[in-house]
């Protein structure tokens, strides 16, 4: 923004003023400028600068509609953890029968060995980037396929979590879920995030058209559910080699809460303070 106000004064001094020695000065500063701004620019065009900076900043830039989606995805969550506690039988019947295990078994230890697990693993991650880019595409419904998706699959958390804990399975759901469940939730509260920020730019399209808006915000929506995937396939390796060989919910839990603090670190880090101090230094 500074940049492009000095050049824009570069260019009244030139024509007003041409032999006014402050105008060389301005040409000189306006030239460093150019250098910093473009030398910058390229170097976020490359992939280790999208995740060690502009994926946070992006993903910063959309906390609200990050928020929406994590109240999305808990609200259905809660009533069906609630109404799984109060009548277990109906909500089993609305709930996948693969999903039902937890409820019974007595070890997350399926038996599958390496072969199975790796399968299972490439199963899970798949299916995890399949849901989390059909919540993100889905925004162009205007957010309604989105929230559904969403809100879905907090009903599903929320109900085999209820079903778990009345039959006193709770620890055993615990140590099922927790040590990829933290990551992958939030993966698909990002990628939900990103689909409701191509809502609001449908819905609330400022001065531009819908079209033009729509076109603006697809690009870094896009770029967010791109650059997810890699922590989507780092929760699949985690479920089916962590989550599925038997540990109890303690250790899984901290596999959990380290990949969930490590991802939430970098998003305050690499994302909400850069933004904050940015908008500081704009409000002065």
Request: proline share 5%.
């Amino acid at each position: 923004m500074l940049y492009r106000a000095a050049a824009a004064d570069l260019a009244t001094a030139r024509r007003r003023f041409p032999e006014d020695p402050v105008v060389r000065e301005l040409e000189q500063l306006v030239g460093r400028g150019r250098g910093l701004v473009y030398e910058r620019a390229a170097r976020r065009a490359n992939l280790i600068d999208l995740f060690a900076d502009r994926y946070w900043l992006l993903l910063a830039e959309r906390s609200a509609p990050m928020l929406l989606a994590a109240a999305v995805l808990l609200m259905p969550a809660l009533l069906a953890g609630l109404w799984a506690s109060a009548d277990p039988e109906t909500v089993a019947g609305l709930l996948p029968v693969e999903f039902l295990w937890v409820t019974e078994a007595d070890s997350t230890d399926q038996g599958l060995g390496p072969v199975g697990l790796a399968g299972f693993s490439t199963y899970v991650f798949v299916n995890n980037i399949r849901v989390t880019l059909v919540a993100f595409v889905l925004g162009i419904t205007a957010g309604v396929g989105t929230a559904w998706l969403v809100g879905y699959n907090g009903f599903l958390l929320g109900g085999l979590t209820g079903l778990a804990i009345s039959a006193g399975n709770g620890g055993l759901l615990a140590a099922a879920v927790l040590a990829h469940g933290i990551l992958e939730l939030t993966c698909i509260v990002v990628g939900a995030g990103a689909g409701f920020s191509l809502a609001r730019a449908i819905l609330r399209p400022a001065q531009a058209s819908r079209r033009a808006a729509l076109g603006k915000e697809a690009v870094p929506a896009l770029t967010i559910a791109g650059a997810t995937l890699p922590w989507l396939v780092l929760a699949g390796i985690i479920e089916g080699f962590v989550s599925r060989i038997g540990l109890g919910p303690f250790p899984t839990a901290l596999v959990g809460l380290a990949l969930g603090a490590a991802f939430w670190g970098l998003f305050y880090w690499r994302g909400w303070l850069p933004q904050r101090r940015a908008r500081l230094l704009a409000a002065r």
